[in-house]
């Protein structure tokens, strides 16, 4: 199918867009840089609607911890531009460009808001949802319209900008956004337990999580996934490596690594540069796509066959913490799969051999205990499978109506509708 891009430069043009795709019948794909367009359905359309000339920050505030930018500005602008203010988007976004073959540093705010994607820093900080104040957009009527504002408190009746979190873009065509910022650490580093199995692991994770000492970052990485790190003191463990880390004023970190230390029988305390890089590793799902080159003395050998996990599938698995370890084993039972932890065992990436029987096989290791989702396979797998997990009857005719009361003729990405609501 030949498809022909459309690429607004205003939020007029979009909605001129989308009122000329609702009067021929013809569904959109909605696309900013195109960097996760992997990820979910495959889409069958002959029109993408192309937002990457939507770019530019509109405000930035920083004593009012806001900043306003356009849907299609690149994320390589927004992050170098907040840590010059020592400054950072809390839930800590994920780059899953590489993972799909794509060069880092690409996605834009609006695909990162719209995927809803956060990093480690979830347990603590909360997800995208939460730090999304304001949007402006079009829906599928061709009308512009805002919800939502530039203060935290700023919604009295329903809160608009955190249901588009996540929705993929089948509710609205996002043309501009406003997030909450916050301070950056000043200090971070990360305890390391060498040799946990996932059971102990899990268990020394809740421990921390539930302590007085404000985890920020929670994951167990088994031992051939710690082997592929590319930071030398993850690598050269030789066996499974549990991460906990301490962010925030110098000597409170210091404080608190060293009581975390004894209370968790830690082996060692990675130092700033190296748990920057370990937990960039575990936020972009580093250990399950293309190696990149080490760019320091400071990182690792990477180990392991980089040819044989990047060609497998990629499950986001989200459960109980306490279910993960018992997930975990049910899935390398079934199925030829490697996998790690984050969130303190609440979430489990898995990489995972390809196989007809990999999603029922996955979701029936779950059963009720979570969910899960199919990040990366071909085009054909994806067309096939139910990428985004079953919804109970009740929950899918919800999102129905409010897809509908969005997009009433199916115009905003009909591949991936009821995605994300």
């Given amino acids: ?44 359309t002959a029109y993408t609607l192309d937002l990457s000339g939507l770019s530019g920050v509109v405000a930035y505030e920083a004593e009012e911890l806001v900043l306003t930018a356009r849907a299609g500005t690149p994320m390589a602008e927004i992050l170098p531009m907040l840590a010059e ?113 996932d059971a102990g692991a899990v268990a020394a994770l809740t421990a921390a999580l539930q302590s007085p000492y404000d985890v920020s970052g929670a994951a167990h990485l088994p031992a051939a996934v710690a082997a592929r790190s590319h930071v030398r003191a993850v690598a050269a463990v030789g066996g499974a490596v549990t991460l906990v880390r301490v962010e925030g004023f110098g000597p409170s970190v210091i404080a608190r690594v060293a009581a975390l230390k004894e209370e968790l029988g830690a082996d060692a305390v990675l130092d700033l540069d190296e748990s920057l890089a370990v937990w960039r590793e575990v936020r972009d799902v580093a250990y399950f796509g293309p190696a990149p080159s080490p760019a320091s003395a400071g990182e690792g050998r990477g180990g392991g066959d980089d040819s044989r996990h990047i060609s497998r599938h990629i499950w986001k698995i989200s459960v109980q913490p306490s279910e993960g370890p018992r997930v975990a084993e049910s899935i390398r039972w079934a199925l030829d799969a490697e996998l790690y932890f984050d969130w303190g065992g609440g979430l489990i990436w898995a990489a995972v051999a390809p196989t007809p029987d990999a999603a029922s096989a996955i979701r029936g290791a779950l059963g009720t205990a979570g969910h899960a989702t199919l990040v990366r396979a071909p085009e054909d797998v994806r067309t096939t499978t139910e990428v985004f997990h079953p919804l109970p009857d009740p929950v899918m005719a919800l999102s129905r109506r409010v897809k509908e009361s969005f997009d009433p003729c199916g115009i905003l990405n009909p591949g991936r509708m009821y995605a994300g609501v």
């Avoid at 498809?3 to 909605?15: E, F, G, I, L, N």
């Avoid at 909605?30 to 359905?41: E, F, M, T």
């Avoid at 719209?114 to 949007?135: F, K, Q, V, W």
């Fill in 1 to 44: 199918m030949t498809v022909t891009t459309v690429k607004p430069d205003s939020a007029a043009q979009a909605a001129d867009a989308v009122r000329w795709a609702l009067s021929e019948g013809t569904p959109l794909d909605v696309a900013g840089s195109g960097s996760k367009r992997g990820l979910g359905r495959p889409i069958q």
């Fill in 85 to 197: 203010r020592r400054q950072q988007l809390a839930f800590e976004p994920q780059d899953l460009g590489p993972l799909f073959g794509r060069p880092e540093g690409q996605g834009t705010l609006g695909g990162v808001i719209s995927c809803g994607l956060a990093g480690p820093r979830r347990i603590s900080a909360g997800s995208a949802r939460d730090h999304t104040l304001g949007i402006e957009g079009v829906n599928g009527r061709g009308d512009l319209y805002k919800g939502g504002g530039k203060v935290v408190k700023n919604v009295t009746g329903y809160d608009v900008p955190k249901l588009m979190a996540g929705s993929f873009g089948t509710l609205t065509v996002l043309t501009e956004l406003t997030v909450k910022v916050l301070p950056a650490s000043e200090d971070v580093r990360t305890l390391l337990l060498a040799g946990r199995e």
